[in-house]
């Protein structure tokens, strides 16, 4: 074959290729974003890849797209991997079909390189814009400083001091934090008010909050200082200042760069505001004691293209969204230390005012041996009924555990502490497994598997230090009832571990709603809703779900326990009222961290392995209630970074990885 016939092959299968992947294309827009390409000629023109999702800021697809003709509108919708061009006229559209067909473009402010994939489209249906408001009682002031000003206090900061001298430093995992005039305490979200620093706050900033007391800006002058740094990349989890430590002021001045902060309400509002070089936040009221604030880790802010849109809430405006890439940004947030209970009108999120309900109500923790008897109760002895049950429905391994597990060196020692029935036990034959749990009919059941385990309590672990190569704890830690019993499981774990051996952990999460997706639990329907299912709610019988088999929900879930029918068990009714702590009702988001949860029996078996009946009885009747019982278990559900933050008080581990799984917090830790 000469030249030319080569030629002609080669062109031809990459002909082929590029049209494979343009059909790839179409495809996934309709499966996943119903949007229907065409294939005659016409205006609008998808670009697959050509999205803020791939990390394409909107000035560099726009000169490409111009580059084939007068384009009308450039639609960029916010984390989408595709943008929608319109062109002035039918032939400037064919003309970018053919040029911009497979081109390969290398992204702004980076080395990675996409490949943009053409189909033309009729239309393209974008919901109207609502404008987003500001929370209540969140301020901007812009240019509170001029650039000279903004130099000074930046030249002011010495990362290098000895933190004994004049002010506590630290740098954590994701930035670099300074105090002054009192130290946050991050282990325990808190200040020591009897602990000053020496040397108060910087003088530079006098002058400041000077003229902030006179603009009317804040009402207090403040006498506590955290300096936070931020690299590109790096963030900060959404958190409630303390009520019990600071007054309703909080005031947040950026340096050096802009930066994107979310804030979200309990509702699930979310609020994306523009923090501007030099400006200052004013958080008062409902923004500063309900919403949540804090800083996404990513290298890119989705902000408004147009110059008048540079402050303020981000609008998800397809027509006017970019990329910007975000510089080193310097925050110096101002807070006045509260010297009384905070007596505010959100109750829900108050620290001072929770406390006070505790000592009015005590619950499952006035005492020392309480945590014990609670957990006995509601989390070993209910385990030790349900067992057999438990285990019909533990079946299918989650994969990201999975994963974590073959990833690990051939002949690995590896200790699943919590294995429940052994249902990971067995997926690497090359690693060595053993596994503990507290309950015998569930350990029981691992042998007849023939795997390895034997009982014992997650706090106390008979193996001897250092000598495991990987631990896992699934599903295991929320069962601990007090913050001082989790940390100390942790910590267990991390006595197991050799230097450089690895542990991953899961927890069930507060949040079964994250990034706008809902947790395959909340989704989950019930099999059956039939006239049976009005149940009693006074009594904590109510809207208890169907068994959940594994699906890629937390093992934990509501509504996959079986149901106590012994009241000498701890788990019958009239102890659940007894115990203060809220019934959790199935299939519904957490309205409280410290939960029972219910599992309703409806056919199956109890620890023994006894078949019970599922009886067509009204669900309020007494028959029902007596073959069909309930069983309360105990659950603490954690709150984004509140498992991170327990783990970063031990110095003898560091957080390799953390995630969210289908409404689970998970963390990878590695024993230094």
């Known amino acids: 074959m000469d030249s030319t016939g080569q030629n002609n092959l080669k062109r031809n299968k990459s002909e082929k290729k590029l049209l494979r992947k343009q059909i790839k294309a179409r495809n996934t827009l309709m499966r996943h974003e119903g949007i229907e390409c065409v294939s005659h000629t016409t205006q609008n023109l998808v670009v697959a890849n050509g999205g803020l999702g791939n990390g394409v800021n909107r000035h560099q697809l726009l000169r490409l797209v111009e580059e084939c003709g007068l384009v009308e509108a450039l639609l960029m919708p916010p984390n989408k991997p595709y943008s929608v061009v319109k062109y002035g006229s039918t032939e400037e559209a064919k003309k970018a079909y053919d040029t911009l067909n497979g081109k390969e473009i290398t992204l702004k402010d980076s080395d990675q390189n996409v490949t943009l994939y053409v189909n033309f489209v009729e239309k393209v249906h974008w919901e109207d814009i609502i404008p987003i408001r500001l929370p209540p009682g969140l301020m901007m002031v812009e240019e509170l400083v001029s650039p000279e000003e903004e130099q000074r206090m930046l030249e002011s900061i010495d990362w290098t001091e000895n933190e004994g001298i004049q002010n506590a430093q630290k740098s954590l995992k994701h930035r670099r934090v300074k105090h002054f005039g009192y130290e946050f305490r991050y282990d325990s979200n808190n200040i020591d008010k009897d602990k000053p620093l020496p040397g108060g706050l910087p003088e530079i900033c006098s002058t400041l909050l000077e003229k902030c007391l006179k603009q009317g800006y804040i009402k207090h002058k403040p006498d506590q200082l955290t300096i936070n740094q931020y690299e590109p990349g790096q963030g900060i989890p959404p958190h409630i200042d303390t009520h019990s430590a600071f007054e309703d002021e909080i005031t947040s001045l950026s340096l050096g760069a802009e930066i994107v902060m979310d804030f979200k309400h309990p509702d699930g509002r979310t609020v994306a505001v523009m923090l501007p070089q030099r400006s200052l936040l004013v958080m008062t009221g409902e923004s500063r004691y309900l919403w949540t604030h804090g800083i996404t880790p990513r290298k890119f802010d989705i902000v408004h293209a147009s110059e008048q849109q540079k402050v303020g809430s981000v609008t998800p405006d397809v027509g006017d969204l970019t990329l910007n890439r975000r510089g080193t940004r310097t925050s110096f947030t101002f807070r006045k230390v509260r010297r009384s209970p905070c007596n505010c009108i959100y109750p829900s999120v108050c620290d001072s005012q929770q406390g006070h309900q505790r000592e009015e109500a005590p619950t499952y923790h006035d005492s020392e041996t309480e945590p014990l008897k ?169 809207l208890f779900c169907d068994q959940m088999h594994d699906n890629g929900s937390q093992d934990s879930a509501c509504s996959d326990r079986v149901l106590n029918d012994s009241k000498d068990k701890g788990g019958n009714a009239k102890q659940v009222i007894n115990s203060k702590l809220p019934v959790h009702t199935n299939r519904t988001s957490f309205c409280s961290q410290d939960v029972l949860v219910p599992w309703h029996l409806k056919g199956g078996t109890n620890k023994k392995g006894v078949c019970v009946k599922a009886l067509q009885l009204p669900a309020s009747s007494k028959e029902l209630q007596e073959f069909s019982p309930i069983f309360h278990r105990y659950y603490h559900v954690f709150c984004e970074g509140e498992l991170e933050a327990a783990c970063k008080t031990l110095d003898c581990i560091r957080i390799q990885k953390s995630y969210y799984d289908q409404g689970n917090w998970c963390v990878v830790l590695e024993k230094q």
């Open 374 to 542: 609670l957990e006995q109760a509601y989390v070993h002895k209910v385990y030790e009924e349900i067992a057999t049950h438990f285990s019909s429905t533990r079946h299918s391994p989650w994969p990201k555990i999975v994963e974590f597990l073959r990833t690990l060196p051939k002949g690995s020692i590896v200790a699943d502490v919590g294995c429940g029935n052994g249902k990971y036990l067995g997926i690497n034959k090359d690693l060595y497994m053993i596994g503990c749990d507290r309950s015998q009919n569930l350990v029981d059941i691992c042998g007849e598997k023939k795997f390895q385990a034997f009982v014992c309590d997650a706090l106390s672990v008979p193996v001897r230090n250092s000598s495991c190569d990987a631990c896992i704890s699934i599903a295991v830690i929320h069962h601990f009832s007090t913050a001082e019993r989790r940390l100390a499981a942790v910590r267990e774990l991390a006595r197991l571990l050799r230097p450089g051996g690895k542990a991953l952990i899961y927890v069930w999460a507060m949040e079964q709603e994250y990034n706008k997706q809902k947790s395959k639990y909340l989704k989950e329907k019930r099999a059956s809703k039939g006239k049976e299912e009005e149940i009693n709610t006074d009594i904590a019988w109510g």
